[in-house]
């Protein structure tokens, strides 16, 4: 992935000193049983692979009658992500999961449709689109540190409900200009009972063909029919809001998309999977990287205060909206804690795919229905790629510092179906970090450990309870 970095004339230098090894769950010796295997893919994937995958370039194991493979292999990556992703398709539990709630959306489109949302999508998510953006985030970021601070005057913050709630404010911001007061409550209710009821894969969502309903799939088709006259709801709502905005927003920008090659645009139902895609990819995946980022900080004291040093010289200088062109040469440190955070608790924890046709992977045969794993919580820890891989040190993202191999940096994707919102995540968390580390010292009791539950997201097993100090 393009880091975006450049050499500084005066590149930060962080504290010598030990750097902290986060916990996480143990790998299981060998492989599991095939039934203690999906349930702990339904539970928490990281206890489901083994400890010899961290370690060989390419896993094998036999799943329901067919292969599958998790790929550490950098020349395999590139050929499933870049040479021949044609081949490669969501699988059919992944399908079944994500288009109730993310319709025919970028996220779960294919071939020509793919084609046509993604080139429209595009300018949309250039970075001088994005940079029009940032005082959406400001905006939202300035609100929640001003609620934080009341709540922590009255005690211990469990701050992933907090951050939530700030990452779905600066979605709704930025995709409507408004904030999320009348429709965030109805929100988190949906994505909380769509994740904890419908988002975890059953057995029978990835035996059964796709035009077989599986047992969730009723649940799951009740569930839209509720939700899509929601979103409906709010995107007519923002349309007849005759106020001025001071700067656009996502939605301006979507609904002025047109395919550049054929000039459409998108249609009501295409509008909508857009808004639905953007708002819950976006907000989950921000929520879980700032809660990591916090935890991590918690643990190294001393880099949390060189990113507050760096945050309070960047506000210093009157960096406010204009951070945003070129933030990684101001806020290189907070850059750098993001990127490490995404390496060590990679939100999209696997990309699944299933063959179409055959091919042949780092030496392996590669049958027509076999599953191809590319899990980025696996890669990012593997001990043939990364040096200390379990220890949080940002100085592997600091300019100057090598860049990591090739495909074995993978918060995002890679190819064609890379994140097309990668700009933007990245930007947002670097700027919301600096701001609540700017403003406060978060600490934890001492001996609190967090462990990482892969499900849909790399989010925490539970919600802790962080101290936080005004600065």
């Known amino acids: 992935m393009d880091s975006g970095r450049t050499l500084l004339d005066d590149p930060p230098r962080l504290p010598q000193g030990p750097r902290p090894r986060p916990p996480v769950?143990?790998?299981?010796?060998?492989?599991?049983?095939?039934?203690?295997?999906?349930?702990?893919?339904?539970?928490?994937?990281?206890?489901?692979?083994?400890?010899?995958?961290?370690?060989?370039p390419i896993v094998q194991r036999q799943l329901l009658g067919r292969r599958s493979f998790i790929v550490s292999d950098r020349d395999a990556i590139r050929r499933v992500l870049i040479d021949n992703p044609a081949?490669?398709?969501?699988?059919?539990?992944?399908?079944?999961?994500?288009?109730?709630?993310?319709?025919?959306?970028?996220?779960?489109?294919?071939g020509a449709a793919w084609r046509h949302q993604r080139r429209t999508l595009a300018p949309a998510f250039t970075p001088r689109a994005v940079e029009d953006?940032?005082?959406?985030?400001?905006?939202?970021?300035?609100?929640a540190c001003l609620r934080l601070e009341a709540e922590a005057a009255r005690g211990p913050v469990a701050l992933f409900p907090a951050?939530?709630?700030?990452?779905?404010?600066?979605?709704?911001?930025?995709?409507?200009?408004?904030?999320?007061?009348?429709?965030?409550?109805?929100?988190?209710?949906?994505?909380?009972?769509y994740a904890e009821r419908m988002g975890r894969?059953?057995?029978?969502?990835?035996?059964?063909?796709?035009?077989?309903?599986?047992?969730?799939?009723?649940?799951?088709?009740?569930?839209?029919?509720?939700?899509?006259?929601?979103?409906?709801?709010?995107?007519?709502r923002r349309a007849a809001d005759p106020a001025p905005r001071a700067a656009r927003d996502l939605l301006d920008l979507l609904v002025a998309a047109k395919d550049p090659e054929t000039g459409r645009p998108f249609d009501q139902d295409q509008l909508r999977d857009q808004v639905a895609t953007m708002i819950l990819a976006g907000h989950e995946t921000t929520a879980a990287a700032l809660l990591w980022a916090s935890y991590l900080l918690a643990l190294a004291p001393d880099i949390q205060e060189a990113v507050a040093q760096e945050a309070a010289a960047a506000e210093a200088r009157g960096a406010g909206a204009d951070l945003a062109s070129g933030y990684e040469r101001k806020l290189p440190l907070t850059r750098a804690v993001v990127d490490e955070t995404l390496r060590l608790y990679p939100p999209a924890f696997?990309?699944?795919?299933?063959?179409?046709?055959?091919?042949?992977?780092?030496?392996?045969?590669?049958?027509?229905?076999?599953?191809?794993?590319?899990?980025?919580?696996?890669l990012h820890r593997h001990r043939r790629l990364w040096r200390d891989p379990d220890t949080f040190d940002p100085a592997r993202f600091l300019?100057?510092?090598?860049?990591?191999?090739?495909?074995?940096?993978?918060p995002f994707g890679a190819g064609p179906r890379v994140c097309i919102g990668a700009h933007f995540a990245l930007l947002e968390a670097t700027l919301a970090l600096a701001r609540l580390i700017g403003r406060f010292r978060i600490s934890l009791p001492e001996g609190t450990a967090i462990h990482p539950a892969a499900v849909v997201t790399t989010q925490p097993d539970r919600p802790p309870a962080f101290t936080l100090r005004p600065r």
């Open 399 to 410: 300019p100057g510092a090598a860049p990591p191999p090739r495909f074995a940096y993978l």
């Open 133 to 143: 953006l940032v005082p959406h985030i400001e905006g939202a970021v300035e609100a």
């Open 87 to 110: 081949i490669y398709l969501r699988t059919r539990a992944s399908v079944r999961i994500l288009r109730p709630v993310l319709g025919d959306g970028l996220l779960i489109s294919e």
């Open 201 to 236: 894969p059953h057995l029978l969502d990835m035996l059964l063909p796709l035009s077989w309903p599986a047992p969730l799939d009723f649940a799951r088709a009740r569930f839209r029919r509720r939700w899509i006259p929601f979103l409906d709801r709010i995107i007519a």
């Open 163 to 193: 951050l939530h709630g700030l990452a779905l404010e600066i979605a709704g911001r930025t995709m409507f200009s408004v904030g999320m007061e009348s429709d965030g409550a109805a929100l988190r209710r949906f994505v909380a009972e």
């Open 350 to 378: 696997v990309l699944a795919r299933a063959a179409r046709a055959p091919d042949t992977l780092g030496g392996y045969p590669v049958e027509p229905g076999d599953v191809v794993m590319i899990s980025p919580w696996v």
């Open 25 to 56: 769950p143990e790998p299981p010796a060998d492989d599991l049983p095939l039934f203690a295997y999906l349930a702990a893919l339904r539970r928490n994937a990281v206890e489901a692979w083994p400890r010899r995958t961290y370690d060989e």
